[in-house]
């Protein structure tokens, strides 16, 4: 009887053990899949539809914060993303390229342009950093619906302009 006692308690032990491990892999493979899902979700929030009809300005860092600097001649940089071109207005000029390609990898997204356009600007490339800002083509964007977020700095007249002309242009200001 002792061995048919030592044979049942291996058998349960045995099988608690099985019960235990499978218990495991499961929580293992299903930890996993919400994992991957996650890292899916991440990636399809960058993709290129997320970026269509969005605007994104140029951010100037300084030594303590990040602004958006309004130069007196020139408007800031800015980057459009439509749906089959991507618009840059540099500040003084502006250029449109033909989306040709879109590339997905890793949330990064890469836009190819048609080679045969007069710019040589041919791809704009958008990493996104935070809910706020991106990366393209290695400059630092803010997205226009958070611009409020950080500062707007206008340069000074003065640093353009002679001051008789900047008491002109202030004082057409007034009379509007």
Same mark, same amino acid.
């Given at each position: 009887?002792?061995?048919?006692?030592?044979?049942?308690? #291996?058998?349960?032990?045995?099988?608690?053990?099985?019960?235990? #491990?499978?218990? /495991?892999?499961?929580?293992?493979?299903?930890?996993?899949?919400?994992?991957?899902?996650?890292?899916?979700?991440?990636?399809?929030?960058? $993709?290129?539809?997320?970026?269509?009809?969005?605007?994104?300005?140029?951010?100037?860092?300084?030594? #303590?914060?990040?602004?958006?600097?309004?130069? !007196? #001649?020139?408007?800031?940089?800015?980057?459009?993303?439509? /749906?089959?071109?991507?618009? &840059?207005?540099?500040?003084?000029?502006?250029?449109?390229?033909?989306?040709?390609?879109?590339?997905?990898?890793? @949330? &990064?997204?890469?836009?190819? @342009?048609?080679?045969? $356009?007069?710019?040589?600007?041919?791809?704009?490339?958008?990493?996104?950093?935070? /809910?706020?800002?991106?990366?393209?083509? @290695?400059?630092?964007?803010?997205?226009?619906?958070?611009?409020?977020?950080?500062?707007?700095?206008? $340069?000074? !007249?003065?640093? !353009?302009?002679?001051?008789?002309? !900047?008491? &002109?242009? &202030? /004082?057409?200001?007034?009379?509007?």
């Amino acid at each position: 009887m002792t061995l048919k006692f030592k044979h049942s308690f #291996s058998i349960v032990t045995l099988t608690i053990i099985l019960f235990i #491990s499978c218990k /495991k892999s499961t929580l293992t493979i299903n930890q996993n899949k919400i994992q991957e899902a996650n890292t899916t979700k991440e990636v399809l929030q960058q $993709q290129p539809e997320n970026i269509y009809n969005k605007t994104f300005f140029k951010v100037t860092k300084t030594d #303590s914060i990040d602004i958006l600097y309004h130069f !007196c #001649s020139a408007s800031i940089n800015t980057i459009r993303v439509y /749906k089959d071109s991507v618009f &840059e207005d540099f500040g003084q000029e502006f250029y449109t390229m033909r989306v040709v390609k879109e590339n997905v990898n890793n @949330g &990064e997204v890469l836009f190819l @342009g048609d080679t045969s $356009q007069s710019n040589p600007l041919n791809r704009f490339h958008f990493i996104k950093k935070d /809910k706020n800002y991106w990366n393209i083509n @290695g400059n630092i964007y803010i997205d226009s619906l958070f611009a409020h977020t950080i500062p707007n700095i206008i $340069q000074p !007249c003065i640093e !353009c302009w002679e001051k008789e002309d !900047c008491d &002109e242009m &202030e /004082k057409n200001k007034k009379n509007r």
